[in-house]
Each structure stands twice: as structure tokens, then as C-alpha cells.
């Protein structure tokens, strides 16, 4: 599970239903049917009329991505593999890879080993991935934007229901003692319109496109490796080009292992 959205789900909720109970607001006021049908149902429909169907076919795919690990190579597991294949190919030539191939479980990766172990030229193979890149990128700005409009259209609609509310509590003044609670009533939909808006659907839409720049940015660097390989570039020439997508956290701690493998490999050689 994705442990961030999970707590801020979790934050969200026991944020709101504690601040009821420190300013007495009793929790039976959110047992509103009319409320709820309005933000969930009138959410739902806004976003209905504003999306086509093929897009909102994949709501529950994108749902599951927020709340669950996304599962990507480590960037210093790649930067190492990249290596090992450098050595590889500059010793023994690109079609040595063949052997490899069937490891590689991503398939943009196990596309791109595939174009340039069938020796296509480097612009080709360029090209291909960079656009392969560009129609994820702008399938995953259509999802995140999905949730966007959500987070637009639930606080205004919040607004619609507190208004149907007070209608309908100004419809009935001759019940004196029930008007307090009418009121308080219709504003129960404009709190869960700005709930839903800025606590779920804005947030999910930015976490959606976090991840998706990460992805991009992942496999921006998938092509710099394979460009690079098919080049002939020496090993130390990959890890410092790949480096730059690293933090400095993450390059510390490449280096440190990097260090500890050859001081590994130097007394190996001394022993023997």
C-alpha cells in the first residue's frame, strides 16, 4: 500500500470529525442522505458530463495506483544494470545482450533492448521511445485531470446543497424549534463538498501527476541508458550520465556501494 495516502486519508477524516466534536457539532448531523447524494452522486454526474467514456473507464485503474506502491525500477539498480551491460557490449558486442533480453521484466525497457539489439538506427529508436513516452505522459494528465475537475465541482455544489437546505428550512418557520437544526443541516453539504474537493479529489489529482513526472523522468532515463549502450560509451561514462537523475542522497549511497564493491573485489585479488 501507498503508506502517504493512506495517513492522509486517515489525517483528513480525523481532522474533520474532531474538530465537530471540540466545537460541538454533534457527528448525527452527518447522517444526511440529501447531502451525500448531492456531493457524491452530483460529483459523479458533473464529472460524467465532462469527460468521454474512455477515459472514465479507467477511474478505478487510477484509484488503485494512489493507494497502492508504485512499482518502478530502483534508479540505482538501473544505473548498475546499464553498467553491466556497457561491459558487456564494448567486450563483447551488442548482440550479447540476446542473453539478457528475457530478464528484463519492464517492457518500455524490453522494447528499447529489442530495437537496438536488431540494430536500428539510434535516431529510430530515439524517436520511438521519446513518443511512446509523450502518449503516456498525456493519458496520464487526462486520468489526474479527471479528479481535478472533481475537486472543482464538489465545493459548488456544496454551495447548491446548502441552498436546497435552507430552502427548505425557511419553507417550514413555523416550526420555530426545529429551524436551528434545518440550518445546521444544510450546510452539512457544503462541508463535505470542500471535504471531498480539497481533501481527496485535488490531492489525489497531484499525487497522480507526482507519480506520473517520476515515471517520465524514469524512463527518460531508460533511454539515455540504451542510447548510450548502443553507443559504446565506457561504463564509467553511463553511471555519470544516469547519475544526474539521482538525488544527492541516492548518489551518496550509490558511491559508498560502488567503493565497498571494490574494495571487496581488491582484497578478493589479494587473497588469490
Known amino acids: 500500500m501507498e503508506k502517504s495516502s493512506i495517513i492522509g486519508l486517515a489525517l483528513g477524516v480525523i481532522a474533520v470529525l474532531s474538530s465537530m466534536v471540540l466545537k460541538g457539532a454533534h ?14 452522486v452530483g460529483t459523479v454526474a458533473a464529472v460524467f458530463m465532462a ?21 518502478l525500477i530502483d534508479r ?19 548482440l550479447a545482450l540476446e542473453n539478457r533480453v528475457e530478464e528484463v521484466k519492464d517492457p518500455f525497457l524490453y522494447e528499447g533492448m ?10 529510430f529508436v530515439r524517436d520511438v521511445l521519446l513518443e511512446d513516452i509523450a502518449a503516456m505522459e ?17 465545493p459548488t455544489l456544496g454551495v447548491l446543497g446548502a441552498v436546497i437546505g435552507l430552502i427548505a428550512a425557511l419553507a417550514n418557520l413555523q416550526e420555530v424549534d426545529q429551524l436551528a437544526h434545518a440550518v445546521a443541516a444544510a ?26 513526472k517520476y515515471e517520465v523522468e524514469t524512463k527518460l532515463m531508460m533511454v539515455e541508458g540504451l542510447l548510450s549502450i548502443q553507443s559504446g560509451i565506457s561504463t564509467i561514462a553511463i553511471q555519470q550520465k544516469l547519475s544526474v537523475f539521482l538525488t544527492p542522497e541516492e548518489r551518496e549511497e550509490m558511491n559508498r556501494r560502488e567503493a565497498a564493491r571494490g574494495e571487496a573485489e581488491r582484497a578478493q585479488i589479494s587473497e588469490a
Not at 457527528?27 to 457524491?40: D, E, G, K, V
Not at 477515459?55 to 478505478?60: E, N, R, S
Open 138 to 154: 498525456e493519458r496520464h494528465k487526462a486520468g489526474a485531470q479527471i479528479f481535478s475537475q472533481a475537486g472543482t465541482y464538489a
Open 187 to 212: 450546510f452539512v453539504a457544503t462541508m463535505l463538498g470542500i471535504f471531498t474537493g480539497y481533501v481527496l479529489w485535488h490531492p489525489i489529482a497531484n499525487k497522480l501527476k507526482r507519480l506520473s
Open 76 to 94: 540505482k539498480e538501473l544505473i548498475a544494470m546499464f553498467m553491466e551491460w556497457a561491459m558487456i557490449t564494448r567486450r563483447e558486442g551488442l
Open 114 to 123: 529489442r530495437m537496438i539489439i536488431d540494430g536500428n538506427d539510434q535516431e
Open 51 to 71: 469527460f468521454p467514456m474512455r477515459d472514465l473507464k479507467k477511474v478505478g485503474k487510477l484509484l488503485k495506483i494512489v493507494f497502492t506502491k508504485q512499482k
Open 27 to 40: 457527528l448525527s448531523y452527518l447522517n444526511n442522505p440529501a447531502a451525500i447524494m448531492i456531493i457524491l
